[in-house]
């Protein structure tokens, strides 16, 4: 069994949607939710996909235009034992950087949350690591399970984060020819730190790049860690899924 920690499944982004998730035969998917249409959409897939899991939450994207009952919603659904975590949320200054209190007050608030409700908390982090860390830390209680949704920060950044048992979820980023960063990152840190994604219907690994991702395609990222880190590819799946068992608290 593979798992993906970190797909879209929408009928706006699929023609084929039942097509896609059937692919996946009995592997397991985590669906995530980004805004308030996403995470409606999640509690709908968990409710009806045997092998459908989900997180919800508010992307730092809407940090001008969330309302209290976008979060009322959450945590309404929270109890949903299909529910796993809270994402996928945190801070994004790449595209708006005007906004940036905004952004770590909604950032702040969904953290206490997940840990109102003892949830794994998912995290899109770009072109913020200082005041990702600064946030993380000082939210942390030692408890908190923390997910690096497609990291792409520095081994510096991934070492602080590590102090906190922050496990980091790789990508079809990694068998871009250009991505050498990231397979820095991935060789440094230990395989039981990393879980598979994909980010469908995003970031399509090679050969398929420019094609629309699925999450069928979670084994391509599995394949490239296995060649990167001298690993057989069935000790790659294995040691994934039982880090995403225990990270997202899935009772199969």
Known sequence: MIIDTHC????????????????????????????????????????????????????????????????????????????????????????????????????????????KYNKTIVIHSRDAASDTLDILKQEYDGKLKINMHCYSYSIETAKELLKMNVKFGIGGVITFKNSKKIKEVVDYLSLSDIVLETDSPYLTPEPYRGKKNNPKNVYIVAEKIAELKDKNIEIVINTTTKTALSQFDLSL
């Open 8 to 115: 879209h499944l929408d009928k706006r982004d699929y023609d084929n949607l039942e097509s896609v998730i059937m692919n996946m035969s009995n592997d397991i998917m985590i669906a995530s939710g980004a805004d308030p249409k996403d995470n409606k959409n999640v509690i709908d897939l968990v409710n009806n996909y045997q092998n459908i899991y989900g997180t919800i939450g508010i992307h730092p994207e809407f940090a001008n235009t969330y309302t209290e009952d976008d979060l009322k919603f959450i945590e309404d659904n929270l109890s949903n034992p299909k529910i796993v975590g809270i994402g996928e949320i945190g801070l994004d200054y790449h595209w708006v950087s005007d906004n940036k209190e905004e952004q770590k007050q909604l950032f702040i608030r969904q953290i206490r949350l997940a840990k």
